[in-house]
């Protein structure tokens, strides 16, 4: 029986006993065998009182040397145990040189230094730097690294590590050298270290102040002609952050490598971004418009770091919001700039409660700066990183964008250089606002996705509205009270007319603007508006000014109201929104599966479709319905395959009275023009394909004409896939699947696209298809992106399959996990996670579930990392 892994907790935190000024490594490497030999210049910290131990973090290594001060260690000096290595008698100072061999090819958790391709990467974020050498693996232990690599120069002839390329040379036995130095200090999880045999794609930037930049894209051979999206990102967000934060890179060269093989989706190492290659190589033939989204936030993102997690870093990993939850708000508002606002915002509130608020009403709830943990890697959350992208975005919400801007700016003259904490972030806009955030430090500590409850009461003869907000927050494990939080509610007041009316509380003067954000302290609060001439309608939350529920009991003419007139592009979809969100909880409640749609909302969609003045962007995302994962977390004792009916059922029923119109928008935007990459065209390709998608539903000689057509004549992957998609839902669907595994069968990435499809298909007979696609030559299990398209999708996203009743999906999910575990235990607890909402199905899944759960967790030789996820979720249920 696995035990728990000894819990960390954040409030044992203890500065380092030692600290390490610089280090030098020299690389020999070998695909078994490789020899890292380290020279660390190691200093007592000041607070350590003398004769304190040394204790280096080391996993997975062989120890070859160990020299002190240029003298070996006796055997008797040093102990090497429990990924441990402990000098007892420590000097102030030293120099420590130890040899390490370390065999890359066995490593299949793809941390430290592993192979891909016949290529050799590294991953040290958040713990792998001690799967390389023995270190002080923490984040407030910054050095100056210099690194050597020597290799075959045939197999390796690109040599990359952080910093600046200082010397090259070559060697005996046909190897070569290349030197690098990192001027600047940094944690070891930073480090990179990347060989083989790649191509490159140059360009450059001159920052501000007039320095120049090379940016250079390493990819596999044959890849360069996929690289100038990625390269064209990189310059982008190097513009943005000089306009908007007024930051610079601070290095000659930007690197970037993509590899196949990489748990997440890319690494900001200084100097030496490792990606996904999902997230580099795109062109239009292989590559979505959400493919070329998802590199620019992402190429953004990586580059971001640079600022908000490398020069200033986390002291522990307790803190990683501070630099996860900065970097997204920093790319989600670098995306809102190049594109549509309301769009991107849109977007991230959808993932935001079909993922967060599912993960903060689960058994992994846990805040934004986590309180304990038993393996760091499972913290890698929707909560550290979106939740803590809302709690970025509220401070800008309450102090104004010039004043977030003071806060950053003292942020970076503060901390630049250091390890720092999430108090020190709030410290810093504190301090340049004078504001006063002392409660608002509650989103840090306290779990659970907070519910407001609001009421509206008009006077006729006083003119008089009155808005109660009571604030409450769920119990989450460990935290059975929640004390009320300082919340941003941004509202407007719409008239019959949907004109907004100026907002003049009971205490004010004069009216002050339409639209403004107030801020909520106590449990209840009440806002009384006067000169209020028509009982209003209300636009609450607007621009989801908190990650919070918000319940007001509106008509569904309220809704279809606020769907056509309010004037914030957000709330008209979050109206939307609720009304298909009501109407399918309704319909679910009451079994229908396949009644017509209710006449007001077909006319409203209807609406949308018609309006030319709407973005074709938004229209698309306010024809979507809400997604199964969505309505689940509005439901108790679930029946998901009931679930996937009612959306279905709807889905149809709106295809047939929406026919015309459906078909008008989709004929008039299926132009034949050839693609393009930019606003307008992504938008109307949206929308061009929402339509065929509620078209498919219609079982006519037309749809399966144009089906076929789009499939065959697009141009690109996006209307292709589109269509495909569709497609693979109806009878008619198989000749196209298989059209495609056979054009692209040697296109990983889009081979992923084609695993994914199917493994989401809810036709029959689902799992074996997965169950077959396992053999297939481009399926491997040691590769996460094939991991995640074909499993992943199926356990993620396929709720009619993965919940059949006869436990046949639940039970194919645990097989996985516990055979992943052994090879990549990241990759198998986060698959692992596909059971949290146990505890939420009826009676007879709930209890398959949980027998699955209960196999996983006594598996012999479980790692802790999959462990912890689900002895988790085992606990939500006593
Ligand atoms: N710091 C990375 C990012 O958000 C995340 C990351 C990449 C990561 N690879 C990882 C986290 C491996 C844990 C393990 O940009
Ligand atoms: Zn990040």
Redesign the pocket.
Known sequence: MPQPRQAIRRLDYTAPAYLIDCVDLTFELDDTATRVASRLVIQRNAETKADTPLVLHGESLSLASIKLDGVPLAADAFTHADDTLTIPAMPDTAILEIVTLINPQANTELSGLYQSSGNFIT?C??EGFRRISFYLDRPDVMAKFTTTIIADKAKYPVLLSNGNRVGEGTLDKNRHWVKWVDPFKKPAYLFALVAGRFVSLAGNHTTRSGRQVAIEIYVEPGNVDRCHHALAAVQKAMAWDEQRFGLEYDLDTYMIVATSDF??????NKGLNVFNSKYVLAKPETATDADFDGIDSVVA??YF?NWTGNRVTCRDWFQLSLK?GLTVYRDQEFSSDLGSRAVQRIQNVRGLREYQFAEDAGPQAHPVRPDEYQEI?NF?TWTVYEKGSEVVRMYATLLGIDGFRRGMDLYFKRHDGQAVTCDDFRTAMVDANNADLAQFARWYSQAGTPVLDVEGVYDDAAQTYTLTVTQSCPATPGQDVKLPFHIPLALGLLDRRGQELPLQLADEAEAIGNSRVFELRQPVETFRFVNVPCHPVPSLLRDFSAPVKLVYPYSDDDLIFLMAHDNDAFARWEAANQYATQLLLARYRAGETDTPAPEKFVAAMAAVLANPQLDPALAALMLTLPSEAALFEALSDVDPQKLCAVRQGLKEALARSLRAQLLATYQKLNDGAPYRYDGAAVAARALKNVCLDYLGELDEPLTAELLASQYRHADNMTDRLAALKVLAQRDDGEPFVDDFGKVWQDDALVMDKWFALQASCSRPGALSTVQALMNHHAFSLKNPNKVRALIGAFCQQNLAHFHALDGYGYAFAADRIIELDKLNP?IAARLASCFNRWTRLEPQRRALMRAELERISREPGLSGDTFEIASKALSAGT
């Open positions: 991953q974020e958040a748990n997440m989706g890319a690494m900001e993102h990586e770091h996860e890697n890698y990241q």
